[in-house]
């Protein structure tokens, strides 16, 4: 990297982020994220452990066969299988990278059972190994920064010297303050020797909330690596988020006079789509890229916005690629408005999707009024989660409740057979889950159950959203309807469809599964 304000942006979305429990994204949307991250500039997309499964490696090959720009990275732990898995599907990118790493603080030395000795020479000989496959070479010290300064820089110096070509610096659990973050890479910078001649990198995790805070502060000390997930997306509280620090070095370059090769106005398309793929729906006071990022209910704040949007607002909608205008559209609408206004809300549909699409908007316009964006939004992640290429899906669906009691008479299509079932509950949706249950039973724990209205009024659509656990699994479930009821049931049958594709994963077995538990 010749340019000293230049910071590379790494996403992780497609490892870390979807190691989010629930978050499991299929091959198919793994390769449209890759290819979004592709022309939005990301500078390395790490694609996935290609150790981890058949899938994974699968994925990890595909997107790097695909890729026309961005760096494509695989993981690996400090172990020559896992380095040789890793440049098996990444050496058809363009521009390939391994990434290997090992835990160095003592919590994670005891894992492997190694003295400082034998973990020094571990990390020679695997990132030896990994620079004689690869020229670019990643190298994480697990947990950095509860290390110890001493044999981190002990550490880096043998990485570096190994031939590791960027040195990553994991807040693994989210533990650091941004003045420790920045002081930890002074540190490194400073003792130890060829620090200069490296690319240093910062992955932070947001367990206090302080990732963004954290990553910028360790780019202000000379980091020029951020490590990120779209809508912050990762394990436990999640990582940086990418839509985050990039429009941080954008408002404020003033202080942070730092560029990325980013194009935000695909932000919103990119996050939208990550948060259908994953089943994770990104909170309305999200920064950034939330609901409510761009809306003024105080009456100072209207009046100060209407006189001159900079009072109150310290970047444009546009800037992200949202579009300004909210107008409605009815079912008078025809196709090629339906495209253009989905084209204006980040999303780029084929012909065959947009029919499907048109059905689904015209059916909605039948029952609302008016349709605006966020009905569109719902909209689409429905199409995107409940497809007719389902194993289950809900055909017909009809509830009696009130005082009298509860039921529902459910018809649903399993593996291409109609089965009909009644069923009694504790109020309408227990009922549903109840007739569901007896059409396919399963012992899936429902975990998580909400819902949400995607517009004001009694005509508002309703987003429901489910997660459910069976045998250490865990699934996500999301549908939009004006009826709350059948977005429900069409949310947990959603989930259900995962859990099943989740069992039949090839390569989800024991081995897999202990992969999984390292993550940086």
């Known amino acids: 990297m010749t340019d000293k304000n230049r910071v590379w942006i790494f996403d992780t979305t497609l490892r870390d982020g979807e190691q989010s429990p629930g978050a499991t994204m299929t091959h198919a949307e793994k390769l449209e994220i890759a290819q979004m991250l592709d022309e939005m500039g990301v500078d390395v997309i790490e694609a996935g452990f290609p150790i981890a499964s058949e899938g994974d490696f699968a994925a990890v090959t595909e997107i790097a066969k695909r890729s026309q720009n961005s760096v494509i990275?695989?993981?690996?732990?400090?172990?020559?299988?896992?380095?040789?898995?890793?440049?098996?599907?990444?050496?058809?990118?363009?521009?390939?990278?391994?990434?290997?790493?090992?835990?160095?603080?003592?919590?994670?030395?005891a894992i492997p059972n190694l003295d400082m000795d034998q973990m020094a020479d571990r990390i020679h000989?695997?990132?030896?190994?990994?620079?004689?496959?690869?020229?670019?070479?990643?190298?994480?010290?697990?947990?950095?920064?509860?290390?110890?300064?001493?044999?981190?820089?002990?550490?880096?110096?043998?990485?570096?010297?190994?031939?590791?070509t960027t040195i990553n610096i994991p807040d693994t659990v989210g533990y650091t303050a941004p003045r420790e973050s920045a002081d930890l890479i002074r540190m490194l910078l400073e003792r130890v020797p060829g620090a200069d001649e490296i690319v240093f990198a910062t992955h932070c995790h947001n367990d206090l909330g302080m990732a963004t805070a954290n990553s910028l502060a360790a780019v202000e000390a000379g980091a020029r690596q951020i490590e990120c997930t779209i809508n912050g997306l990762g394990e436990r509280a999640g990582n940086t988020a990418l839509e985050e620090v990039v429009m941080a070095l954008k408002v404020r370059h003033d202080i942070?006079?730092?560029?990325?090769?980013?194009?935000?106005?695909?932000?919103?398309?990119?996050?939208?789509?990550?948060?259908?793929?994953?089943?994770?729906?990104?909170?309305?006071?999200?920064?950034?890229?939330?609901?409510?990022?761009?809306?003024?209910?105080s009456g100072i704040h209207q009046d100060g916005v209407l006189k001159n949007v900079e009072t109150f607002e310290i970047m444009r909608p546009a800037d992200i690629g949202l579009n300004e205008a909210n107008i409605a559209m009815g079912k008078h609408s025809g196709r090629a408005a339906l495209r253009s206004k989905l084209r204006d809300l980040g999303y780029e549909v084929g012909d065959n999707q947009l029919k499907d699409i048109f059905v689904r908007f015209k059916a909605l316009a039948d029952r609302k009024k008016e349709i605006y964006d966020d009905d569109l939004v719902a909209l689409m992640q429905d199409s995107a989660a409940n497809t007719e290429a389902d194993y289950l899906q809900v055909k017909h669906l009809r509830v009696v409740c009130g005082s009298d009691g509860q039921s529902a008479d459910l018809t649903m299509i399993v593996g291409g057979e109609e089965k009909t079932v009644h069923a009694e509950g504790d109020g309408p949706v227990d009922a549903c889950f109840n007739a569901v249950k007896a059409i396919w039973p399963h012992q899936a724990v429902l975990q998580l159950y909400q819902v949400h209205a995607v517009t004001e009024g009694t005509d508002a659509q309703a987003t429901v959203s489910v997660r459910m656990e069976e045998d250490g699994r865990i699934a996500t479930g999301q549908a939009a309807d004006t009826d709350t009821i059948l977005a429900s049931v069409r949310a947990y049958v959603g989930a259900l469809n995962r859990l099943k594709v989740r069992r039949e994963m090839v390569g989800e077995n024991a081995d897999a599964k202990q992969v999984s538990m390292y993550s940086h």
């Not at 020559?80 to 603080?105: M, N, Q, Y």
């Not at 990643?138 to 570096?160: F, G, K, N």
């Not at 695909?266 to 809306?295: C, H, Y």
């Open 73 to 109: 990275c695989g993981l690996a732990r400090a172990q020559l299988p896992d380095i040789d898995r890793c440049w098996e599907a990444v050496k058809h990118a363009r521009r390939p990278r391994i990434h290997t790493f090992i835990g160095t603080s003592p919590l994670h030395r």
């Open 125 to 164: 000989q695997t990132v030896t190994h990994a620079r004689n496959l690869c020229d670019n070479v990643q190298w994480s010290p697990m947990d950095a920064t509860r290390t110890e300064h001493d044999y981190l820089c002990r550490v880096v110096e043998i990485a570096i010297k190994a031939g590791a």
């Open 256 to 297: 942070m006079p730092f560029d990325t090769g980013i194009d935000t106005t695909k932000i919103m398309g990119l996050s939208r789509r990550v948060a259908q793929a994953s089943g994770f729906a990104v909170q309305p006071n999200k920064a950034i890229v939330g609901k409510n990022a761009f809306l003024h209910e």
